[in-house]
């Protein structure tokens, strides 16, 4: 059910931690979930995000909303990206969508994040499926700060999009960080 109390993402400003990763022989993949592995590690994350499984996924879960963060398997030299998603079902509130993704990647470019919205018909049956793209990166040069604010972007912008498409189901919330609880 939607909350109107502080509901903040997952885990951590890492100010105890270096913004970046600098390992010139670790992949994107490590990296990311590395940075996963910290953040739970710092103390109980609001929203947990499980660290990456074999196929370098993790499904988590915000406000009711399912997203799935991808990191494909590449090596460390090789330019990477990263990718989360989130799906809705059919809607004809959906139609005018577009003008908002771009407006929100424009923002995404003001702001400096190398990241890019896209929300299309679903691949896997009826429905839309709304997602971000990073900028490719090597693994050795992964930016948390960047990680950290495309997720929290994402995130902020997918319960507006909900919020849009579904106005019997109304999400409340303040800004979405990568927060622990109680810090």
Same mark, same amino acid.
């Given at each position: 059910?939607?909350?109107?109390?502080?509901?903040?993402?997952?885990?951590?400003?890492?100010s105890s931690h270096s913004n970046n990763i600098n390992h010139s022989n670790i992949s994107l993949r490590e990296a990311v979930d $590395? &940075?996963?592995?910290?953040?739970?590690?710092? #103390?109980?994350?609001?929203?947990?995000?499980? !660290?990456?499984? /074999?196929? %370098?996924?993790?499904?988590?879960?915000?406000?009711?909303?399912?997203?799935?963060?991808?990191?494909?398997?590449?090596?460390?030299?090789?330019?990477?990206?990263?990718?989360?998603?989130?799906?809705?079902?059919?809607?004809?509130?959906?139609?005018?969508?577009?003008?908002?993704?771009?407006?929100?990647?424009?923002?995404?470019?003001?702001?400096?994040?190398?990241?890019?919205? $896209? &929300?299309?018909?679903?691949?896997?049956?009826? #429905?839309?499926?709304?997602?971000?793209?990073? !900028?490719?990166? /090597?693994? %050795?040069?992964?930016?948390?700060?960047?990680?950290?604010?495309?997720?929290?972007?994402?995130?902020?912008?997918?319960?507006?999009?909900?919020?849009?498409?579904?106005?019997?189901?109304?999400?409340?919330?303040?800004?979405?960080?990568?927060?622990?609880?109680?810090?």
């Amino acid at each position: 059910p939607a909350s109107s109390n502080n509901n903040h993402f997952s885990n951590s400003n890492t100010s105890s931690h270096s913004n970046n990763i600098n390992h010139s022989n670790i992949s994107l993949r490590e990296a990311v979930d $590395t &940075f996963l592995k910290e953040l739970s590690s710092m #103390g109980t994350p609001t929203i947990p995000i499980p !660290r990456l499984d /074999e196929m %370098g996924t993790s499904d988590f879960h915000y406000l009711g909303i399912e997203f799935q963060l991808e990191v494909p398997d590449h090596g460390p030299q090789d330019p990477q990206s990263f990718h989360v998603r989130t799906t809705y079902d059919h809607s004809k509130r959906a139609a005018g969508i577009s003008v908002r993704i771009l407006e929100w990647n424009k923002a995404l470019q003001d702001i400096g994040v190398g990241a890019k919205l $896209t &929300f299309r018909n679903s691949s896997k049956g009826p #429905g839309f499926t709304f997602s971000l793209s990073s !900028r490719e990166m /090597e693994g %050795g040069k992964f930016s948390r700060r960047e990680f950290r604010h495309c997720l929290e972007y994402f995130v902020e912008m997918s319960i507006k999009l909900h919020n849009i498409i579904f106005l019997n189901d109304v999400k409340r919330f303040e800004k979405v960080r990568l927060t622990v609880v109680g810090s």
